[in-house]
């Protein structure tokens, strides 16, 4: 029935200490003399004292596993993301390529006013390379990219600002996309869930302020309650009622604090993620 060994194990061993307390009690009460309960009563310590540590390992393990499976399929939705942004580039590559031999032919065969056309015709109705927005970082590009597509097909009006350099941002590559991937998809996620379905807007900026990078992340969904903004970070806690999820905020914040960094929530007439990490030092 359970999916999960450690629920199982959890509920075993709570089962377990629930019957050797049965147990104790009407050994107890059937005893016809107190020495030897006190004689039986270390054993019955020490079978506790084990119970309770099996429960204690397994919360731990428990615990561990949701965090590893989050983090897994954080990196498989961005990775999902990343192949459909070079599945649409390696499409557009195909299609640059038949048009250039069209027009080679064409110029070969010297139908000039041919060529004009066709090229009038490809300036009028294809404009893919324009639409790719480049940024300081190849790798953030690539997400961000993606995000634009994944936004378009939730009928999300997405926009970002990158209004810095990033290269002296005291984080890697990989876990900067992990803290802006993670805050879009909940942006959109919380977007897509709002009532107001007419204004649907997730916003991204990043730019540099009193030797700090600021990265904010907004979207128009509806308002956060002031009880829960205090729990979001919270290891496992979750207002989607599943196991796996819960740590998303939670990993994003510890990242945050691995580099001195800082995250916090607003939530009014929009909703803003605000993650603030300090300059590498200069000996990096």
């Known amino acids: 029935m359970f999916k999960n060994k450690g629920v199982i194990l959890i509920i075993f061993t709570m089962l377990l200490q629930l019957l050797v307390i049965e147990i104790i009690n009407q050994f107890i009460f059937m005893a016809d003399a107190l ?11 020490g079978l ?4 309770i540590f099996l429960v204690l390992l397994s919360i731990n393990k428990l ?12 990196l498989k939705s961005q990775l999902k993301q990343v192949e459909n942004l070079n599945n649409i580039l390696q499409t557009q590559k195909h299609e640059y390529s038949r048009h250039i031999q069209t027009i080679q032919s064409m110029l070969y065969l010297e139908e000039i ?33 993606s995000k634009i597509k994944v936004a378009e097909d939730k009928n999300i009006n997405f926009d970002f600002a990158i209004k810095c350099d990033l290269e002296r941002l005291k984080i890697n590559d990989r876990e ?8 879009i998809d909940n942006a959109f996620e919380a977007t897509v869930e709002s009532e107001n379905n007419v204004n649907r807007y997730v916003g991204l900026e990043i730019k540099f302020e009193n030797n700090n990078f600021i990265i904010y992340v907004s979207n128009t969904g509806n308002k956060i309650p002031r009880e829960i903004e ?46 603030k990490i300090s300059l590498k030092d200069e000996m990096d």
């Not at 790719?132 to 590009?141: C, E, G």
Request: glycine share 6%.
């Open 35 to 45: 020495k030897y309960v006190k004689n039986f009563l270390p054993y019955v310590s």
């Open 48 to 51: 506790l004292f084990i119970l």
């Open 63 to 74: 615990s561990e596993t949701i965090k590893r499976n989050t983090e897994s399929r954080l």
């Open 113 to 145: 006013d041919s060529a004009k056309n066709y090229l009038n015709e490809l300036t009028e109705n294809h404009k893919p390379i324009a639409d790719i927005k480049y940024t300081y970082n190849t790798a953030l590009t690539i997400l961000l990219n």
């Open 176 to 183: 900067l996309c992990s803290i802006i991937g993670n805050l």
């Open 230 to 275: 205090k729990k979001l970070f919270n290891p496992g806690f979750t207002t989607k009622g599943t196991n796996d999820r819960g740590y998303g905020l939670y990993l994003i914040k510890k990242i945050v604090k691995q580099y001195g960094g800082t995250i916090e929530v607003s939530s009014n007439k929009k909703t803003t993620f605000k993650v």
